[in-house]
């Protein structure tokens, strides 16, 4: 009987921006959790590459980030969120 592989899950922080990749089954498609100070949002990638969710969750929270403390008055949107993904 083959042993059950371990779900992968890796967390990224940039500057209070902290998001979670993981995966609900061993090799399926990879979901993504943002925590932006109290809100969260929760997404499918679309797609079960380690590597390319990666780099998309380091750039979604580079640019959550620089909304937050560059020129940015007001809270973030779910809208501004999705615009940037």
Do not use: C, F
Request: glycine fraction near 10%; avoid cysteine; hydrophobic fraction near 35%.
């Amino acid at each position: 009987m083959p042993r059950k592989r371990k779900l992968w899950s890796r967390t990224l922080e940039e500057s209070g921006v902290s998001v979670r990749l993981y995966e609900r089954e061993p090799g399926g498609v990879i979901s993504r959790d943002v925590w932006n100070g109290d809100k969260r949002d929760r997404k499918s990638l679309g797609h079960a590459d380690r590597k390319l969710a990666e780099q998309q969750a380091r750039e979604l929270a580079r640019r959550l980030a620089d909304l937050r403390y560059v020129g940015h008055a007001g809270g973030v949107t779910l809208g501004q969120v999705w615009a940037l993904y």
